[in-house]
C-alpha cells in the first residue's frame, strides 16, 4: 500500500504531487506542522482583540481593505469572502488539477505562516484522502491574489456548501459527502478565509504536471524522430556524439544520443551507407531533430527549477512571520509560474511543428525515396495517411495559437487595487491543451513512421525502433487496405500514455550518453 504523502515545513517534491493529483496518493500532516500551525494561530488571535485593525484579520479585503470589522461580525466577513469569491463559470476542470490545488494550498497552510487552525488544514487532508473533488470552474482566476476563485470553490466545500465529486465520479452536495465521510464543516475563523485562497496552487499544480507528461513525450518524440530518419532513409552521422559536444546544450546532447542509440544496428540505414548513395545530407526536418528537441528539453529544465522553487514557497497575504509580525506582500502574485508555463508552449508548438514535418515527408512521393504515395495500399484507391497528416496539420496551427503568451496580458480589477495580474491560470488550462495536442502529433507520427518502416521490408529496423513497433502492433493492425483510422490514432495515443512504448524502447537507450 503507498505511503501516505507528509505535508509540513518541507517543501513537496514534484513526484509527491503528481502522486497526489493523478495517484490518488493520501496525505499526512506532519507533527511539526501540527505545532507550528498551533504557534501561528496563537498570533493571530491576539491581534484579533486587539484595537489596532490587521488586514485580513480585522479588516474587509482587496479595495475594502479600510473597513475596521467588529468582533461580532468576523466569523460572516470569513465566509462571505468565500461564498462571493466562490464565482467562477464554465466547465468543471479535471479532477487531478483539484487534487493537485488542494495538496499545494494544504501545504502553505501548514508551513505556519499563515495563521489557519490545525483542524482546517486537517479538514483540507480529510476531503483529499477521502476523494472527495470540489467542483472548480475554468473561469475565474487571473493570477494574481492567487487563484481566488478556483480555491474558493475548494474552501466552500470545506464549509459544507457547494457542490463535490464523490470518489465514484458522482456529483454531490458537499454536506452530504462530508456527512457520509464523517468530516465535520469548518465554521471559519479569523484570517481563515483569506488563508484558504490567497495563493498561486492551481497553476502550480498544473506546471508541475504539464512537465511530468513532457518528460515522456519528449522522450517519445526522440523515438518518432528516429523511426522517421529510418524510414526515410536518413543517416544516423549527425547524431554523433563528437559533433554534439561542438555545441553544448545538454537538452541537444540527450536527444541525439537517444537517437543514435534508437538507429544503432539499423540494417534499413546501413543499406544506404555505401557509395552508392548520392545523398549529401538530410532535410533538417531530420537532421535538426535533437536541436529542436534539446531546446524543449532545456527550456523544460529550466520550467522545473521554477515549479522547485515554487514548492519551497509560502504564498499568502498577509503572512504570519515566525516573530509574529503579519505582513502584507505581493507573493500572490503569479508571474513567476505564468512566464514558465508560457514558456512550455512555445517549445510544445515546434516540437509538434518538426514531427508533422516528418510526417508529411514520409507521404509524398516525391520525398519519400521509394516509399508508395501517402503509404497506400493501392495508391488512388486507398487514401493511406493522407488525412492523418491533415490531422497533424490542424493541431500544429492550434499548438502555434496556444503559444501566444498569456502572461502578457492584465486586466485591472478590485477597483484598480489589483491593477495588474498575471494570467497564470489561463497559461495553465492552455498548456494543458497543447499538451495534449502534442500527444496526439506524435502518436500520428508513431503510427506514419510505423507502416513506413514495414514497408521497407525485407530490410528490418533497428532493435530499439522495432520494439516500438512491436509495442504499436499489439494495438494497431500493420499496412493494408483503408481502415477507420480515427480509432487507430486513438489507440495510438493510449499506447503513448500508458508507458508501455516507453517500457519498451528505453533498455535500448538507457545506456546512451545523456539517456
Known amino acids: ?71 461580532e461580525k468576523r466569523a460572516q466577513l470569513q465566509r462571505s469572502l468565500v461564498r462571493s469569491h466562490a464565482a467562477g463559470a464554465g466547465p468543471e476542470v479535471e479532477a487531478e488539477v483539484v487534487r493537485a490545488l488542494m ?51 475548494v474552501a466552500l466545500a470545506l464549509m459544507g456548501e457547494g457542490q463535490v465529486r464523490d470518489e465514484s465520479g458522482r456529483l454531490r452536495p458537499a454536506a452530504e459527502a462530508m456527512r457520509e465521510h464523517r468530516i465535520e464543516p469548518v465554521k ?60 553544448p546544450h545538454p537538452g541537444q546532447a540527450r536527444s541525439a544520443a537517444r537517437m543514435f542509440a534508437a538507429l544503432a544496428g539499423s540494417p534499413i540505414v546501413a543499406s544506404h551507407r555505401g557509395p552508392d548513395c548520392t545523398r549529401v545530407q538530410d532535410a533538417y526536418s531530420l537532421r535538426c531533430s535533437p536541436q529542436v528537441h534539446g531546446a524543449a528539453r532545456d527550456t523544460l529544465a529550466y520550467v522545473e527549477t521554477v515549479a522547485d522553487r515554487e514548492l519551497a514557497a509560502a504564498v499568502d497575504n498577509p503572512v504570519v512571520l515566525a516573530d509574529g509580525r503579519v505582513e502584507s506582500n505581493g ?14 508552449a512555445i517549445p510544445i508548438a515546434d516540437v509538434a511543428s518538426i514531427a508533422e514535418r516528418r510526417t508529411d515527408r514520409m507521404l509524398d512521393v516525391a520525398r519519400s525515396h521509394g516509399l508508395p504515395p501517402f503509404l497506400a495500399d493501392d495508391p488512388g484507391v486507398d487514401s493511406g495517411h493522407m488525412i492523418a497528416q491533415y490531422t497533424q496539420a490542424a493541431l500544429v496551427s492550434e499548438l502555434k495559437r496556444l503559444a501566444n503568451p498569456a ?66 502492433r499489439e494495438h494497431v493492425a500493420g499496412p493494408g487496405p483503408d481502415r477507420h483510422l480515427a480509432p487507430e490514432i486513438a489507440a495510438a495515443e493510449r499506447v503513448v500514455r500508458s508507458g508501455e512504448l516507453h517500457a519498451a524502447v528505453e533498455p535500448f537507450l538507457s545506456t546512451t550518453h545523456g539517456g
Request: proline content about 6%; glycine content about 8%.
Open 1 to 71: 500500500m503507498q505511503q501516505p504523502v507528509p505535508v509540513g515545513l518541507k517543501p513537496l517534491s514534484r513526484e509527491q504531487v503528481v502522486a497526489v493529483a493523478r495517484g490518488g496518493a493520501s496525505v499526512e500532516i506532519t507533527a511539526e506542522a501540527q505545532e507550528a500551525m498551533a504557534a501561528t494561530r496563537a498570533h493571530i488571535e491576539a491581534l484579533a482583540e486587539a484595537t489596532t485593525p490587521t488586514y485580513g484579520v480585522s479588516t474587509g479585503f482587496g479595495a475594502l481593505a479600510v473597513r475596521h470589522i467588529p468582533p
Open 407 to 472: 502572461s502578457v496580458d492584465s486586466i485591472p480589477s478590485s477597483a484598480m487595487q489589483e491593477d495588474h495580474v498575471s494570467m497564470g491560470w489561463s497559461a495553465a488550462r492552455k498548456l494543458r491543451k497543447s499538451v495534449d495536442g502534442l500527444t496526439t502529433v506524435l502518436a500520428i507520427e508513431l503510427l506514419t513512421a510505423a507502416r513506413a518502416l514495414e514497408l521497407r521490408a525485407p530490410l528490418a529496423p533497428a532493435p530499439a525502433t522495432a520494439a516500438a513497433l512491436r509495442v504499436l
Open 331 to 344: 507573493n500572490f502574485h503569479g508571474a513567476p509560474v505564468a512566464y514558465a508555463l508560457d514558456f512550455l
Open 188 to 247: 471559519l475563523a479569523e484570517k481563515e478565509g483569506l488563508a484558504l485562497i490567497n495563493g498561486t496552487d492551481g497553476m502550480l499544480g498544473m506546471l508541475v504536471m504539464a512537465a511530468a507528461d513532457l518528460h515522456r513525450l519528449l522522450d517519445l518524440a526522440d523515438v518518432t524522430a528516429a523511426m522517421s530518419v529510418e524510414a526515410l532513409l536518413g543517416t544516423d552521422r549527425p547524431f554523433a556524439p563528437e559533433l554534439q559536444a561542438l555545441r
Open 103 to 153: 495538496l499545494l494550498r494544504l501545504r502553505t497552510l501548514t508551513s505556519g505562516h499563515t495563521g489557519i487552525r490545525p483542524r482546517t488544514a486537517a479538514t483540507m487532508a480529510a476531503l483529499l484522502n477521502a476523494g472527495l473533488v470540489p467542483v472548480v470552474h475554468e473561469y475565474g482566476s487571473l493570477g494574481c491574489s492567487g487563484d481566488l476563485a478556483p480555491l474558493s470553490a
